[in-house]
């Protein structure tokens, strides 16, 4: 079946403007999360989404970030007024609830390149 | 907080030979799993193996394993009979204990498998 899906796969944006990062979970997936890889580092955790639970925000690093996920479904990773740090890529990823593990699955990645 | 730490930024490996991938951990929870992520070149994260706190036996898929040793607080990855694809980053992961299944991740040991 599908996997996790991410758009876009690139994008290229001026400091101080602001961008939308797209994630499809896959289908059933109740539990959906962002998170940000920088260069040469593993992965950060931003925000967790679970059912209609208010989403775990903890890892969001300024009120420049913000998340939605509409329809218990896909899922919108907004940053306003980028600035140069926020250059990483941003993954999201997808899992069962309820699963026997936890497992989550992930997507391709948008990689995020202000200038 | 949970924190993971991957001592190894790079390692070699022949072809053919098994190789271990260190990884410990520090959580104050009695319940947690832990997870290993292969990222190649591509970007993407794929999931390999997990072992839950509780586990008595050690995680087996194919051929990956994982060495967990509880008292120690490690959950090295063990993966035998290398082969050329298996060079990419590996990264170790611990979920919290709870309904939060928010992963902390380390920093990853970058594997290269020689012909």
């Known amino acids: 079946g599908a996997g996790v899906s991410q758009s876009p796969s690139n994008k290229v944006t001026e400091k101080g403007k602001d961008v939308e990062l797209r994630c499809d979970p896959i289908s059933g997936h109740t539990a959906l999360y962002w998170y940000r890889q920088s260069l040469g580092q593993g992965l950060e955790f931003l925000i967790y989404?679970?059912?209609?639970?208010?989403?775990?925000k903890s890892g969001l690093p300024s009120d420049r970030f913000s998340a939605e996920r509409t329809g218990g479904s896909v899922s919108t990773l907004t940053i306003q007024r980028t600035q140069q740090e926020d250059s990483a890529v941003y993954l999201c990823?997808?899992?069962?609830?309820?699963?026997?593990?936890?497992?989550?699955?992930f997507g391709p990645g948008t990689r995020l390149t202000v200038t | 907080a949970q924190k993971i730490t991957q001592t190894q930024p790079g390692m070699f490996v022949q072809e053919k030979e098994a190789v271990t991938l260190d990884c410990t951990y520090d959580t104050s929870d009695q319940s947690y799993g832990l997870f290993w992520y292969k990222q190649p070149s591509s970007g993407e994260m794929i999931f390999l193996i997990y072992?839950?706190?509780?586990?008595?036996q050690n995680a087996t898929e194919g051929r990956y394993s994982l060495n967990f040793q509880k008292a120690r607080k490690s959950a090295n990855l063990v993966i035998s009979a290398s082969q050329l694809g298996d060079s990419a980053m590996y990264f170790c992961?611990?979920?919290?204990?709870?309904?939060?299944?928010?992963?902390?991740f380390g920093k990853g040991t970058l594997l290269t498998v020689n012909p």
């Open positions: 072992q839950g706190s509780y586990d008595e």
């Open positions: 990823a997808s899992s069962y609830s309820w699963g026997e593990q936890g497992e989550q699955y």
């Open positions: 989404f679970q059912g209609n639970s208010a989403p775990d």
């Open positions: 992961a611990i979920e919290s204990g709870g309904s939060n299944y928010k992963l902390t």
